[in-house]
C-alpha cells in the first residue's frame, strides 16, 4: 500500500459514492482528485525524466483505479504533457517556466497526437502548423477527419488552464519538415483560446466520466517559441516521430502498473465479500460462506495468484524499461508484452468475480463494473492492445527485436512460448519469401496477441520464480494461464483436459488455507471503498442512500449530491 495516498484514498474526497452526481460535477470531481494525487507525489521534471522509483510507485498506485478519469489525466498530465515538456526544457527558459506550472497544476497538461482518421497510424496526421513570414505559426485543422480525438485530449474548459502537447506537420515555405510537438494552450480554465473548438463526447458508458472531446485548430495563431523541437527536417522521419512520442512507451508499461493494482482490489472485494456472504446448505441446513464453493475460488484464487505473480513480472519489466543501454525499440516490446498480458488479465478477471457476486456485482458502488469498464479504455490509450501486439510479435518472430531467454527453458509455460515461436518461423521459413507477404499475415496477424501474452506468461513465471514467489501459488498461477490455451497443453504438452483440471483443484485445495493471510496481503484496503467488503460499510452504504417514506420525504446525506427536495408519494 502506498503510504502517500493511503489517508487519501479513506477521505471523502474517495470514499464517498459518486453515482449520484450530475455528470458535470463528476468529471469536476475526477479533476480534483487527480490534482490530489499529483499533490501527494509532487513529482519533479527528475522524476518523469529519469523514471525514478516514485514516479514508477504512483503508476501502480491502488488509489488509481479508484478513479480511473482521475488516472487518465494523471498519465496525460505528468506523463504526456509535462515528461514532453521535460524534454525541451534545456537551453530553453520558455519551456522550463511552463514546465514548473505543470508540475505545481498551475496548468493541466494534455496531449494531442491521434486524429479521428489516424489513430495506430498517428504518422500520417493532417493537422498543420505552418511558419508564417513574420515567424510566427498558423495552426490549422485543414479536414474533418484532422480533429484531434477522444482519448487524446479532454480539452473543454475545466476550471484550470490547459496546455496541450499538439503534435502537427510543420511546413515551411510550402516544404513538409515531418511531424513536430507544439506547446498551445487550449483555454484559460473557462474560456476556449481564440480559434480553438473543443466538442464535447457524451459519456463512454460504465466508466467513470472524463470531458473526451473532438479539437479543431482553426488558424490558431501561436508564437514561434510554441515549437518544442527542432525546425529541421530530420534525416529519418520515422525515427524523429518514435523518438518525439517517446512518452507513450512510458505510458503503455505505467497502464500495465495499474492493470495489477485493479487486479489486486478486485480479488480484495470478492474474496472478502465470499468469506462474509453466507447461503444456507440443501444438505446440511447449515449456513456456509460461498468461498467454501469451488466456483468462487476458482476466480478468487486464480486472480490473487495472477496479480502477485504479474507484480514480480513488473518489476522484472521495469529493470529493463529503465535501463538507459537498452534499446528502444526493446524497451517499447516489453511495455507493450506488460500492457497486452496484464490489461487482458485484469479484464477477464473482473468480469469473473463480478459475476461471482451475483446483482451486487453490477453495481457502481462495488467497484467492480466501473474498472472493467476504465480497463475498457485503458486498453486502447497508450497504443491498442491489438496494435500493439501485432507490431511486435511480428518484429519478434523475425528476430527484429530478440527478448532475454527463459530462465527456465524447461516449465509448461516456456516450452508454449516456444512452441508457438518455432510454429510461426516454420510456417514463414519454408511458405513465404517475406513476412510482409498477405498470406503469412492472413495467418500470422490472429496469433499475435496470443503470442504476446504467451510471452507475458512465460517472463512472468520466471520473475516469481526468482522472486522466491511460493510454489502454491505459482500452482495456481500456472493452471490458470494453462486454460487459456487448453488444446496446445493437450495436443503438444501431453495433459488431458482431466489431468489438466485435476491439477487445477489440486492447486486451489492447497492455496485456500492462506486466503485470509494472502488478502491481508495485498495491501489495498484502504483503497476498495466497495460497500460489499464488512456489515460495517453495508450498513453506511444503505444509511447514505436517498430515502423514501410514506412522509415522502427523500432524506440524502451525501455530501457531493445535488440539495435535497420535497416530493410527495403519489397513491
Not at 510550402?174 to 480553438?196: A, N, Q, W
Not at 523518438?243 to 512507451?249: E, F, H, L, P, T
Not at 436517498?546 to 420535497?566: A, E, I, L, N, W
Request: proline share 5%; glycine share 6%.
Amino acid at each position: 500500500m502506498s503510504s502517500r495516498t493511503s489517508l487519501l484514498a479513506q477521505s471523502p474526497l474517495f470514499q464517498d459514492v459518486s453515482g449520484h452526481l450530475p455528470h458535470k460535477k463528476r468529471i469536476q470531481l475526477s479533476y480534483e482528485r487527480a490534482v490530489a494525487i499529483g499533490r501527494a507525489y509532487q513529482l519533479t521534471a527528475e522524476d518523469i525524466l529519469n523514471g525514478t522509483p516514485k514516479f514508477w510507485e504512483l503508476q501502480s498506485d491502488p488509489i488509481l483505479p479508484m478513479d480511473g478519469a482521475a488516472a487518465s489525466l494523471l498519465s496525460l498530465h505528468y506523463n504526456l504533457c509535462a515528461g514532453t515538456f521535460a524534454r525541451y526544457a534545456t537551453g530553453r527558459p520558455d519551456v522550463a517556466a511552463t514546465l514548473q506550472r505543470l508540475l505545481k497544476f498551475q496548468l493541466f497538461g494534455q496531449f494531442c497526437l491521434t486524429e479521428l482518421a489516424h489513430g495506430l497510424d498517428a504518422r500520417n496526421l493532417e493537422t498543420t502548423a505552418t511558419l508564417l513570414s513574420d515567424g510566427s505559426i498558423d495552426l490549422h485543422t485543414p479536414f474533418e477527419r484532422a480533429a484531434k480525438y477522444v482519448h487524446m485530449p479532454p480539452s473543454s474548459p475545466c476550471g484550470i488552464p490547459t496546455m496541450a502537447v499538439v503534435f502537427a506537420r510543420l511546413v515551411v515555405n510550402g516544404e513538409d519538415r515531418g511531424i513536430k510537438p507544439f506547446g498551445v494552450l487550449l483555454h484559460d480554465g473557462y474560456t476556449m483560446s481564440e480559434g480553438i473548438t473543443s466538442k464535447l463526447f457524451p459519456p463512454r458508458g460504465g466508466s467513470i466520466p472524463l470531458d473526451h472531446c473532438l479539437t479543431y485548430f482553426n488558424h490558431v495563431r501561436l508564437p514561434a517559441t510554441a515549437l518544442l523541437a527542432s525546425p529541421e527536417r530530420d534525416l529519418d522521419d520515422r525515427a524523429a516521430f518514435f523518438d518525439s512520442i517517446s512518452r507513450v512507451a512510458v505510458g503503455t508499461m505505467s497502464i500495465a502498473g495499474m492493470a495489477v493494482s485493479a487486479m489486486k482490489m478486485g480479488t480484495y472485494i470478492v474474496g472478502r465479500y465470499s468469506q462474509r456472504r453466507k447461503v444456507t446448505d440443501a444438505f446440511t441446513g447449515a449456513q456456509r460462506p460461498i468461498i467454501s464453493f469451488t466456483t468462487q475460488q476458482l476466480p478468487v484464487l486464480s486472480t490473487l495468484a495472477q496479480a502477485i505473480v504479474f507484480e514480480s513480472f513488473l518489476k522484472k519489466a521495469l529493470v529493463i524499461f529503465n535501463d538507459p543501454d537498452t534499446d528502444y525499440n526493446l524497451r517499447h516490446c516489453v511495455a507493450a508484452i506488460a500492457k497486452a498480458t496484464l490489461v487482458k488479465h485484469c479484464h477477464s478477471s473482473l468480469i469473473s468475480l463480478g459475476d461471482r457476486c451475483g446483482a451486487q456485482g453490477m453495481f457502481e458502488a462495488n467497484q467492480l463494473t466501473v474498472m472493467h469498464a476504465d480497463f475498457r479504455g485503458a486498453a486502447i490509450a497508450e497504443g491498442d492492445l491489438l496494435g500493439l501486439a501485432v507490431r511486435f510479435a511480428v518484429e519478434l518472430v523475425i528476430e527484429r527485436v530478440k527478448l532475454p531467454k527463459s530462465s527456465n527453458p524447461d516449465s509448461l509455460l516456456a516450452k508454449h512460448e516456444s512452441s508457438m515461436f518455432q510454429e510461426l518461423r516454420s510456417t514463414l521459413a519454408s511458405q513465404f519469401k517475406h513476412h510482409r507477404d498477405p498470406e503469412f499475415q492472413a495467418i500470422i496477424l490472429p496469433q499475435c496477441q496470443p503470442l504476446i501474452e504467451a510471452i507475458g506468461h512465460r517472463v512472468a513465471y520466471d520473475a516469481a520464480v526468482e522472486d522466491g514467489v511460493d510454489k502454491r501459488i505459482l500452482d495456481v498461477f500456472v493452471a490458470s494461464i494453462v486454460k487459456e490455451d487448453r488444446a496446445w497443453y493437450c495436443e503438444v504438452g501431453g495433459i488431458s483436459r482431466a489431468k489438466q483440471m485435476d491439477l487445477e483443484r489440486s492447486a486451489l485445495k492447497a492455496l485456500l488455507p492462506c486466503l485470509d493471510e494472502l488478502l491481508l496481503g495485498l495491501d489495498v484496503e484502504s483503497y476498495c471503498s466497495a460497500p460489499i467488503i464488512s456489515d460495517e460499510k453495508w450498513k453506511r452504504y444503505v444509511e447514505s442512500l436517498p430515502t423514501f417514506t410514506r412522509d415522502g420525504v427523500s432524506q440524502d446525506v451525501h455530501p457531493y449530491h445535488v440539495p435535497k427536495t420535497q416530493v410527495r408519494a403519489m397513491l
